[in-house]
């Protein structure tokens, strides 16, 4: 029976700034809206001031401004919830078993996707805690932190002051994270087991923070769900002083007017850095949105390797077969003849399609034949050489997993970008099409695999071996109806999929696109 609980004094927790009112509901202790760090515009984050009395924790905090206003779509694929914005937007969520000091359960910190200039810690239904703090005993904090022009725009040769600017998105998610550690304890959690996952642009969060000194120590494993991928807005040997003279511009100012940019209206700043940014991206010039490299941010592990910090945190990375194909399945794919599935799939790779469905049958043999039209390689491939890079290190731990299940989406539509999201929170209840043959099965897999990692650094289970990778080896967890482990299966489909799609597009357009 559900149960809802809100009084004076109950759940009344302790932080280091004041206390905290939250509610119960279904026996989960819920917090919502807690203030994790102020900030001024393109500084670094500094603590809260402490308050007197109690404050009510029960409303989601402001999201970050968008470049672009959200527009509803894909819902029946990606269901999700919308909420007012603001740029003080240094807000957490917790939802947990028990305010006990002494309870100790492992954390769970969930950094959501959008790359580093869209999104929300509510952005999509399933990223809801309560039923993974229910079934898994864990503590689960989601945060919002600054994005784009607010977060990730180098602003440093324009004076000390903005040292940090083009990572002060990524400053939030370490200030969040030391607030966890120093307060997580009253909402029942241990700081000495702190897990940070992702998805996409949070999945990039994820190894972008084992490569930030300043995060050392304040997580122990790491989690990316389809996070690699290709950096296109730090172009490292630059800095900002084009774009922003490109904005000063457009907002019909001068270089010596940069201070104006801390103060003016949002919506006039994210107006004219829009305007100013595609032609500098096109000549190949920084245009920020995302982390740079600096003393701060030691920059992508693929190209500089993992600092010594991060190659002794435990990580499970993977991603899903389909990703970024999110169209409709083809009706009555299961009774396509060869023909018939080789005329679909020759529309994307062309007269290499042929190669690519042998190979993809032998690696997914209970798969549709035109399905290879799905393959990935925009985020496995990188993947593939993080993985590649990780297993350079002995003392690395890294497990690697795909994500090959068939959603009952018409006549059954391969897993795309976010589909995992719902049953790694034990969510699949909040989004329907999760509900097909054999997904209560799969939930409790990956929902399960996801706790047992969080917990002791494996996803293993007695009856369910998960090897972690090594060198030249990348034994992946196909997670599927029927659960089973390949090596290094794929390799070749993915570099030929790149490859030939590349290859098209350079017929089509007679230069190659990337």
Sequence with gaps: MDKFVCAADYPVVQTEAGKLRGYVWNDTFIFKGIKYADAKRFRRPEKVQPWEGIKDAQSYGMVCPLLEQDKPGMELLVPHMYWPMDENCQY???????????????????????????????????????????????????????????????????????????????????????????????????????????????????????QMPAADGLFHKGIVQSGIYEMLGDVENQDGTQIVEAILKELGLGRGDVKQLETIPYDQLAAAYKKAAPAIQA????????????????????????????????????????????????????????????????????????????????????KCSVDARSVDFLFRGPTIDFIKERSKTPESVTYSYQLTYDFPVFDGKLAWHCSEIPYVFHNMDKVPVCAGAGGEQLQETIFGSWMRFAKTGSPQAEGFAWPACTAGDEAMML??????????????????????????????TGEIQH
């Design 92 to 210: 957490l969520n917790i939802w947990t078993q028990s305010i006990d000091k002494e309870a100790k359960k492992p954390v769970m910190v969930w950094l959501h996707g959008g790359g580093f200039f869209a999104g929300s810690s509510i952005e999509q239904i399933a990223y809801d805690g309560e039923n993974m703090s229910r079934e898994g005993d864990v503590v689960v904090v989601s945060l919002n932190h600054r994005l784009n022009v607010l977060g990730y725009l180098d602003l440093s040769p324009f004076g000390e002051e903005y040292e940090a600017s083009a990572n002060v998105g990524s400053f939030d998610m370490i200030a969040a994270l030391q607030w966890v550690r120093d307060n997580i304890a009253a909402f029942g959690g241990d700081p000495d087991n702190v897990t940070i996952f992702g998805q996409s642009g949070g999945g990039a969060k994820v190894w972008t923070l084992m």
């Design 283 to 366: 000549s190949g010039g920084y245009v920020g949105n995302e982390p740079h490299i600096s003393k701060d941010y030691v920059g992508d592990p693929i190209h500089h390797g993992f600092r010594e910090h991060a190659q002794k945190i435990p990580v499970l990375i993977g991603t899903v077969l389909g990703e970024f194909d999110f169209r409709m399945p083809l009706a009555g794919k299961r009774e396509f003849d060869r023909e018939t599935a080789l005329s679909y799939v020759r529309q994307r790779f062309g007269d290499g399609a042929e190669q690519i469905m042998d190979l993809f049958a032998q690696i997914y043999p209970e």
């Design 479 to 508: 997670l599927d109806q029927n659960c089973r482990i390949v090596h290094n299966a794929d390799h070749e489909l993915v570099r030929l999929a790149k490859q030939l799609e590349l290859a098209v597009r350079e017929d089509d």
